[in-house]
């Protein structure tokens, strides 16, 4: 069976170190011993469920994991079920049990350092790229053992739509890049041509053509030896000779994913010429690779991928490059300026390792966690609950975790230079050692740690020490933009014109930092809060911070009402995050306008059944699109009932809020947990991300806000 270490017991390598012990580290290993007869039954069922159920409810419920951390405590659901009838009021006391059932359940899968244990998930390109370079460095046996191996097959099988492709993410309609990747791994892995999974893979290649990969793809199978770097439009290494600032202006995420490449782009490097890598040139193409014009395919690319269009004046600048600059790049003595520019290249790539203890800023590099995030937003829903005093072990721990998982240090040497923005006091997507700074998940950790040094030290421990909240308030402070918007991971401020050139046809806003709602938001309620708590400190750098980002909120809006979301699915979370900004500054229904037209979009979006749904492909298409079959989801049903709470929908018609809570209610499970339904996270507008404790924290918060504003005890 597989066991999910956790914090310090996860880590056996010397190659390995942690700033703080690994602290939210989680890890799976595989025991052949672990188990008795009848989990090891329980975890074939939940297996056998998902796989029959993979085509209507694509996320995962995590029940592995769960199954581990609630065998470890040998919880058992003590409170009742509750059920609220069709011509049923919900009552203050069922409201309650409901309450204190999700509160027990979730407490108990609190992991031992702390932090709530959860896949992070969704995309399709993460693991096959991980699987490749572990078959070129010659470490596949050592990364990927059988056990492991048969785990990743079984992920890409679950994963596989009906067509025989795959999406870019697990909702999604499958695409060249994704299809071909995935098909790769599991060539690599040992599965045969004739493999059920790789003929259907390969029959909807086929009926394509592989040659209309995206760029991302092109460049992964030039790597690997089954494509021509000479199909690749040119990424040159020599970007990262120019004056730091320019190379800054970039974000962080695309700096970092397109500095590797064009490392191994100057190195033309290419793997060592396999069997299996011929037997691939031969599988995947239609035609022999010998006769492929290669040049040809550069700007090519299959319409399921093509979700930004290169224009024609982009096209040029690449042909230009590709038809001047390289050749001259290539020959004495500008040959000597490449060699440099790979030096520069892998000084930088070498700081980001040892700076994120080789975790990486994530995405297309690695996959990490999102601790922190799940840990902050829980701890809020919980306190939110109001049974403090029957929760306070889990409290404490979430505490200690949160304060162990600040950043105290920026990042080594001159990090301006390294094109890195400060990082000191802020609090990372995932855990300490990452070491990249986010302005939301420094918001979110803050409003914790201010909330806890407002409660009992015997219940929650000791409070952080003002330095702490002070670091924070100064790193939030520095990503504010002119408009008023905050930044995710570093200053915006870079033209917008520049996304004109984004080299990708899978994403969108890719290539600088933007300004994001839910970012702006979170930073006005942890700066609200922190100035009721410290008046004195920054007092008119904080209020102007405040004033500028409500202004930006209000300017953002659609005229629907709705704001549109950049981090989750879509304009339902977006509008709950805006919500609570406005509100936590003394907005309310009858002084701002942009509320009252919120909670119009909110009121005739509800959905027959009482709940609220809404479709990922609101995020590509940028327009409300409800989910089909008139469908809730309680996650958005949450949201949307936490944002007509704060704007006082109870005060003037409870009847869409009763109606919300009663599909919460009855969707709860026998022991506490909430059904996983459809995906939830979102990033650059064209890929989702699942966050498998969306579906426990938000009915949860949104219980508990409707229980204390909308019912009489």
Known sequence: MWRLKIAEESVESPYLYSTNKYVGRQTWEFDPNLGTPELREEVEKARRHFWENRYQVKPNSDLLCRMQLLHEKNFKQKIGQVKVGEDEEISYEAATATLRRSVHYFSALQASDGHWPAENSGPLFFLPPLVIVTYISGHLNTVFPAEYRREVLRYIYCHQNEDGGWGLHIEGHSIMFCTTLNYICMRILGEGVENNACSRARKWIHDRTVTDIPSWGKTWLSILGVCEWSACNPMPPEFWLLPSFLPAKMWCYCRMIYMPMSYVYGKRFVAPITPLILQLRQELYDQPYEQINWRNIRHRCAKEDLYYPHSFIQNLIWDSCYVLTEP?????????????????????????????????????????????????????????????????????????????????????????????????????????????????????????????????????????????????????????????????????????????????????????????????????????????????????????????????????????????????????YATCFAMEGLTATGKTYNNCEAIRKAVDFLLTSQRDDGGWGESYLSCPKMEYVPLEGNRSNIVHTAWAMMSLIRAGQGGRDPTPLHRGAKLLINSQLENGDFPQQDITGSFLKNCMEHYPTHRNIYPMWAIAEYRKHVLQP
């Not at 040892?354 to 590099?365: C, L, T």
């Not at 995030?373 to 049974?387: E, F």
């Not at 996304?499 to 994403?507: A, D, K, V």
């Not at 708590?533 to 920054?538: F, G």
């Open 328 to 572: 001259l790049l290539s020959r004495w003595p500008l040959n000597k300026l490449r060699e440099k520019a790979l030096d520069v290249t892998i000084k930088h790539i070498h700081y980001e390792d040892e700076n994120s203890r080789y975790i990486a800023i994530g995405a297309a590099e690695k996959t990490f966690g999102s601790q922190l995030w799940d840990t902050s937003l829980g701890i809020q829903a919980l306190l939110a609950c109001d049974v403090s005093d029957e929760i306070g072990e889990t409290l404490k721990k979430g505490h200690d975790y949160i304060n162990k998982s600040q950043v105290k240090d920026n990042p080594s040497g001159d990090f301006k230079s390294m094109y890195r923005h400060m990082a000191k006091g802020s609090w990372t997507f995932s855990d300490q050692d990452h070491g990249w700074q986010v302005s939301d998940c420094t918001a979110e950790g803050l409003k914790c740690c201010l909330l806890f040094s407002m409660m009992s030290p015997e219940i929650v421990g000791e409070k952080m020490e003002p330095h702490g909240f002070y670091n924070a308030v100064n790193l939030i402070l520095s990503l504010q933009s002119k408009n008023g918007g905050v930044s995710g991971w570093e200053p915006a401020g870079s033209s917008q014109w520049l996304e004109f050139l984004n080299p990708t046809e899978l994403f969108a806003d890719l290539i600088v930092e933007h300004e994001y709602v839910e970012c702006t938001s979170s930073a006005i309620q942890a700066l609200v809060l922190f100035q009721n708590l410290y008046p004195d400190y920054r007092k008119k750098e904080i209020e102007t911070f405040i004033s500028k980002a409500v202004c930006y909120l209000e300017h953002v809006q659609r005229p629907d009402g709705s704001w549109y979301a950049s981090w989750g699915v879509c304009f339902i």
